[in-house]
Structures are given as structure tokens and as C-alpha cells.
């Protein structure tokens, strides 16, 4: 009869242990939230609910309001004559404590760190696809104005 040590080519389970203990085990958390507080109630999270709008810039200034010289800013403005900003949008929050959806600027810092103001009328003009001036066309008058939005005078940074 064959031996079953690892003379016979079998793998040992001791060898096996000894490469678990090697590595640790990885842990797999949950991943972390974005924290988002609302301006009025600092200790109250936000929860968003809807999508983000991402600001476009389009003109030397206002790349300067946002710290680059203006002669960076003017080579940014000729290579990229649409400059998309992935750090800074607007973004419709829901705050419990107001009890209402409020339109605000986020702008973040870092993975998890993010500043939240409201979003002032100025704003809606950098962002692109969207007119909040006119109703969305796709949608029929009969749900625009179930929904509560049949007042044409009304719009988006109006809560």
C-alpha cells in the first residue's frame, strides 16, 4: 500500500494553515455614507433625493472665483471650452427637521467630506440640459398640475 505523506505528492494540511495564518482575513465594512448636514440644522443628515445637476463653466471668471490665476484660468477656458466641475452640483435634499426638499449646492472636499449651502438662482445658469424656467415637455399638463407644479411662475430654487 501507498503512503499518503507528502513523499507521494499529496498536499499536507498543515502546509495549508500555515498559508491562512499568513494572510489576514479581509474585512469588508460597509461603505461609508456621504455625511451631509443641513445648513440651518447642523446636527440633522440630509438624504438626497434626486440627481445631481453638475455645474458647467464656461468664462475666465469663473474659474477665478474658484481659486486659479487668470492666466491658468484662460488656458483651462481654451482647452476646455466646456469645463465640467465633478466636485461641485446641485442636488435636491430632504431635511426632517425642515420637513422639506430644499435645492442645494454641494460642494466636496474629500471622499466623505462635502459643504452644503442652498442653491442660489445664479447656479441654475451653469448647469446644463436644464431650463428651469420651462416645464419638463414630456410630461402631460393633466400630471403637472396633479403634481403641483401646474403653476408655471414656479420654479426650481422656489421651495
Not at 498536499?11 to 456621504?34: E, F, M, Q, S, W
Request: net charge positive; aromatic share 6%; with cysteine.
Amino acid at each position: 500500500m501507498a503512503d499518503s505523506g507528502s513523499a507521494g505528492g499529496g498536499v499536507d494540511v498543515r502546509d495549508i494553515k500555515a498559508n491562512d495564518d499568513a494572510t489576514p482575513p479581509r474585512r469588508r465594512g460597509r461603505a461609508k455614507r456621504r455625511d451631509l448636514r443641513c445648513p440651518v440644522h447642523a446636527e440633522t443628515s440630509m438624504v438626497g433625493t434626486g440627481r445631481k445637476y453638475f455645474l458647467h463653466l464656461l468664462t475666465t471668471e469663473e474659474l477665478k472665483q474658484r481659486g486659479l490665476s487668470h492666466k491658468r484660468a484662460q488656458l483651462v477656458i481654451q482647452a476646455y471650452p466646456v469645463l465640467v466641475l465633478s466636485n461641485e452640483w446641485l442636488e435636491q435634499l430632504w431635511c426632517p427637521e425642515c420637513g422639506q426638499s430644499h435645492w442645494c449646492h454641494i460642494t466636496r472636499h474629500e471622499r466623505h467630506a462635502h459643504t452644503v449651502r442652498w442653491a442660489s438662482r445664479e447656479l441654475w445658469q451653469q448647469v446644463a440640459h436644464v431650463d428651469p424656467m420651462v416645464a419638463n415637455p414630456s410630461v402631460s399638463e393633466f400630471s403637472r398640475r396633479v403634481a403641483g407644479r401646474g403653476d408655471s411662475s414656479r420654479r426650481y430654487w422656489d421651495n
